[in-house]
Structures are given as C-alpha cells and as structure tokens.
C-alpha cells in the first residue's frame, strides 16, 4: 500500500490547511490511519489518528485545533488544521497501520509564520 499526501504550505499563524492522504487501493479490515509530525532538530511525534470504526485520538497540543476524518469510499484520510501556530511547523507525514505492519506516506511541508 502506497500512501500519497498532499495539502501543505506557507500560512500565516492563525490561519487554516487541509492536508489530506490518499491510499493506493482499498484495504479491507480494521486499520488505524494518522498523521505524525517532524519538527527540524527534534524527533517524530503523533498529532492524530483515526480508527476505520472512525475513533479519534490527538495530541494534547492540538486538540481542539486540529480534526482527523477519513473517506473510507475514497481511501483518503485529511487533517484540518485550523488556529495554526508557528510551533505547527513541521513536515506532516502520513501514517497507515494494517495487518501488523506500518506505512509512510511522503512528508508534505507545513509552515506556519508570526
């Protein structure tokens, strides 16, 4: 399984962007996908995941801000991000769990500027 995610840029703090991350092909069973976010010189770190039953798990520091949603029918997950911070930045990479095993989609840029 193939993960392509798109919808990052340059936002000004306050600001809003919808990333979104699209599967190859359809899986079928339960599976978790997410999102998880590098920041430079500091490690990987989860900002949401979502269940295919469609629970919903956030970071505490963008709980509130920041919705999970999946479209099962087009293998896509998003992530709407409103209320950005500068603190947001980072490259936001795609995340699918299934069958035991772990897929990474490509990091798409999201900068957010004072």
């Known amino acids: 399984v193939q993960l392509q995610a798109s919808g990052g840029g340059l936002v000004q703090a306050g600001g809003s962007l919808k990333l979104s991350c699209a599967k190859s092909r359809s899986i079928f069973g339960s599976n978790v996908m997410g999102w998880y976010r590098q920041a430079p010189g500091k490690q990987r770190e989860l900002v949401a995941t979502?269940?295919?039953?469609?629970?919903?798990n956030y970071a505490d520091s963008v709980k509130g801000r920041f919705t999970i949603s999946r479209d099962n029918a087009k293998n896509t997950v998003y992530l709407q991000m409103n209320s950005l911070k500068p603190e947001d930045t980072a490259l936001y990479y795609c995340?699918?769990?299934?069958?035991?095993?772990?897929?990474w989609g490509q990091g798409t840029q999201v900068t957010v500027s004072s």
């Open positions: 995340y699918l769990q299934y069958q035991g095993r772990g897929y």
């Open positions: 979502i269940s295919s039953g469609g629970s919903a």
